[in-house]
């Protein structure tokens, strides 16, 4: 029971950060599972045994990798004990101690770098993923609650996968692919459904990944065309052997030529009838359809009634029977009046 509470606690709380909603959370059963085991956690050993990553390599004809360097940095940090956990917290909240959030952080930065190395199949940067999951490791740290009896590095894996996840979201194409909360469920699982639909010996077609993941038929269909295909430029040439880019052989998107003439002569015969039809109105009605039916900043019935001293009830009859008459006066007058587009 504690976990299902702790659970929409825990997601109502990540709604409130930027865009790190129920998606970003990436779906967790609950952000107070059983402790995930710090062991799991460590960091990889990218420096050779019995090499040193230290200062004193700041004059090596070869430096090493930053990478590398920071990985080494990581490792100096062991995690706390519980009590430890408990103690820096509790300084951190009552006194606003920076030096026990410092110490907090610092113990657990192997968290962004283990969930960070899960992602390294999407070819992102690696000190960029680990650098989003230190952003989400800051914001759990503000959000940790010390009494659901959870070990800090359990829960804030969740958040550096949220924010390791969001990175990667943002990235994949230079134009945004996950801009609504289905397009973002379905950018982190659709592919991850179909495999496990094809172990399951059922054929991945779109109405059964709709339902699997409770998103609409079209959904699936956009993101899959989107996850199989990448950014063009287009200013990118048309073929080796071709001249010209891409940007000059698609297709224009305003109205041909000849239709936009045509338009606009049948709007500029509309003006012109419309000036007619006034000048066959007498002076009030002239007034209510200058400035009550054609004006930008129309007059109210109130205002038309005190004008002509009648009613607001009359005033609105007599536009509707001024509208009447135009539309009446522009069919007989205008042969494709029905084509004119407000």
Known sequence: MESSEAKGETQSEASETEEIEDAEVHEAESLFE?????????????????EQADDSQDTALVPYDPLQRYLAEVR????????????????YRTTG????????????????????????????????????????L?????????????RFHSYAAWWVRAYVLRYLLNTYRLVKIGTTQDQRKLFYNLNKEKRK????????DTKLLADRLNVRERDVV????????????????????????????????????DESLADEELRELFR???AEFAATLDDRYADILRNRILSETPMTLDDIGKKYNISRERA???????????????KKEIKDFELLKP
Not at 79 to 88: A, G, I, W
Not at 98 to 107: F, N, P, Q, T
Not at 197 to 204: C, K, M, Q, S
Not at 232 to 250: H, K, R, Y
């Open 197 to 204: 639909l094809e172990r399951e010996g059922f054929v991945p």
């Open 97 to 136: 101690n920076r030096e026990a959030a410092v110490k907090l952080i610092l113990s657990n930065l192997r968290i962004s770098v283990a969930i960070a190395a899960e992602y390294l199949h999407s070819r992102a940067d690696y000190m960029d993923l680990i650098q989003e999951g230190n952003v989400g």
């Open 222 to 257: 956009e993101m899959s065309q989107r996850l199989g295909s990448w950014d063009v430029s287009l200013d990118a040439p048309v073929g080796p052997e071709q001249e010209g880019t891409l940007m000059e052989i698609l297709p224009a998107q305003e109205k041909p030529a």
């Open 272 to 274: 012109r009838k419309l």
């Open 34 to 50: 059983p402790e995930l085991p710090a062991e799991e956690l460590d960091v990889p050993l990218l420096v050779q045994p019995g």
């Open 316 to 330: 609105r009859q007599l536009e509707e029977k001024i509208i009447k008459r135009l539309r009446e006066y522009l």
């Open 138 to 150: 800051m914001q759990a740290i503000r959000k940790f609650d010390t009494t659901k009896g959870v």
């Open 76 to 91: 100096k940090y062991p995690f706390l004990s519980k009590e430890e956990e408990l103690q820096l917290f509790h300084e």
